[in-house]
């Protein structure tokens, strides 16, 4: 069953770096997203990104964030310069043409120091 | 604005027990979604099922259950004769709208821990 991936698994990162997490969506999906969840409370909403561009994002996606799909498999999260905050696990999610069900990558655990 | 509502952080069974989380939404859409996933102590979020407005048809699989009540703003969701393998964190979420790509609102989660 095809399925979301997420690499790395674990990112520890010190304070000011940028990084990179990867994402690669299920093949067919057209809707991607990025959510976080930070230790022990509730997953957010990131943003959405649909048709190569933007099309939601929420007010904890200020201008530290960016996403691309490089090319036609992979979807990234950039944090510019990262801050203890950021710490977080950090879900990819995809979604088909027609379909409200989002189907999560395992995540990536970034740890900021 | 949408939001999602978990009253219940923690809950404890013993093994067998039927156990109910609750979970109340509140959203201006005429049509939306709901959602339960789980989220086993390993991380990952797990669908388990969708609901949209328009069906209050409520459904079983296997030993789970969920009670849609459009009156209520309710979505439950119900474990029956409970396993230790149930023991995760489990989300209800909320997307709107009629177009997919909607971004997912979810509650605080509820704890379930099951022992044997």
């Known amino acids: 069953e095809p399925e979301v991936t997420q690499t790395p698994s674990h990112q520890v990162t010190q304070m000011g770096q940028e990084v990179i997490l990867r994402c690669v969506p299920i093949s067919n999906h057209l809707y991607f997203y990025w959510y976080r969840q930070i230790l022990g409370q509730k997953v957010e909403f990131l943003v959405s990104f649909y048709n190569n561009e933007i099309s939601e994002k929420s007010e904890i996606f200020d201008d530290q964030f960016s996403v691309e799909r490089p090319d036609g498999s992979n979807f990234t999260l950039k944090i510019r310069s990262t801050k203890l905050e950021d710490s977080a696990m950090y879900f990819c999610?995809?979604?088909?043409?027609?379909?409200?069900?989002?189907?999560f990558g395992p995540g990536t655990r970034l740890t900021v120091t | 604005a949408q939001k999602v509502t978990q009253a219940q952080t923690e809950i404890s069974v013993v093994e067998k027990e039927d156990v109910t989380l609750d979970c109340v939404y509140e959203t201006r859409d005429t049509t939306y979604y709901l959602f339960w996933y789980k989220q086993p102590p390993s991380g990952e979020l797990v669908f388990l099922i969708r609901?949209?407005?328009?069906?209050?048809q409520n459904e079983i699989s296997g030993r789970y259950s969920w009670n849609f009540q459009k009156s209520t703003s309710s979505f439950n969701f119900t474990i029956t004769a409970s396993q230790v393998v149930d023991s995760a964190v489990y989300f209800c979420a909320l997307s709107e709208g009629e177009t997919s790509g909607s971004r997912l609102t979810f509650g605080e989660g509820t704890q379930l821990t099951v022992n044997p």
């Open positions: 609901r949209n407005s328009f069906d209050e």
């Open positions: 999610a995809s979604s088909y043409q027609g379909s409200f069900e989002q189907y």
